[in-house]
């Protein structure tokens, strides 16, 4: 359906309310691209255009609507968080479980304070130290969703080996601390820890790496692939499909946790 389309669906099916009418392809243009809010009663208008009938659809929309203009804790930070890293911890806030393929660095969730700090400090070159700082706490401000008390986060990571043998010049305990951390963390019932070794046989790990967040309820999943100017989106079934299908095989591919935790503690 298009825009216009859409126009006319809603000028014709919502009763002629006074609202319906106002109903413009403009108007939706700037809803459907996120420069415009939507109230709870324009949802249902919309639902019933588009012919939405799914009662899970409907009330996961319905509830997205009333929680559009709720500030997240992150908006504090929107002087050193770019808006799309923002979006990004808005979608984690929200999600049900995140998959995480780390060949390069361990996953943000799980990481220390130093080693977040190290980390950051190397990739954001033109960051100050005081923004590498605020970086850093919001680095483990997010991990909150690991641990919150209604439904916390299912996180399954699958970390390369040669992550966890990279060392910090000068700062040996960085990477020490880092590792008791995940040893520690590959026990709590929510999270899934593997290793991949640096001896299998390749694998889709070898495209690079890339994050599955997945969503309660009809909310389809997204794919979040980092960069040095932030994350950049995979959305669509089909597309977000092939990356579901790579985690499988890259699991399939790395230790089992139990092994997992025993190359870690060997390490440290």
Sequence with gaps: MTLDAAAEALNATANGSA??????????SRIENANATIRTTEVETLLRAYAVTDPG?????????????????????RGVVAPAYADYISLESDAESVRDYAPLVVPGLLQTADYARETIAANAVARTAAEVDALAEVRLARQAVLTRSCHPLRLWAVIHEAALRRRFTGRPGVMAAQLRRLLDVADWPTVTLQVMPIDTAPNPGDAGAFTLVAFPGPMPDVVTQENLL?????????????????????????????????LIAGLV
Excluded at 57 to 77: H, N, P, V
Excluded at 233 to 261: M, N, P, Q, R, W
């Design 230 to 262: 932030g994350p950049s989106y995979v959305e669509g079934v089909d597309d977000v499909t092939v990356f579901a299908d790579a985690f499988g095989h890259i699991v399939d591919c790395a230790l089992s946790t139990d092994a997992t935790k025993a």
């Design 57 to 77: 659809t409907r009330i996961a929309l319905e509830g997205l609507a009333k929680d559009a203009g709720k500030r997240g804790w992150w908006q504090t930070y």
């Design 19 to 28: 609202d319906a009418r106002r109903w413009t392809a403009p108007k939706l």
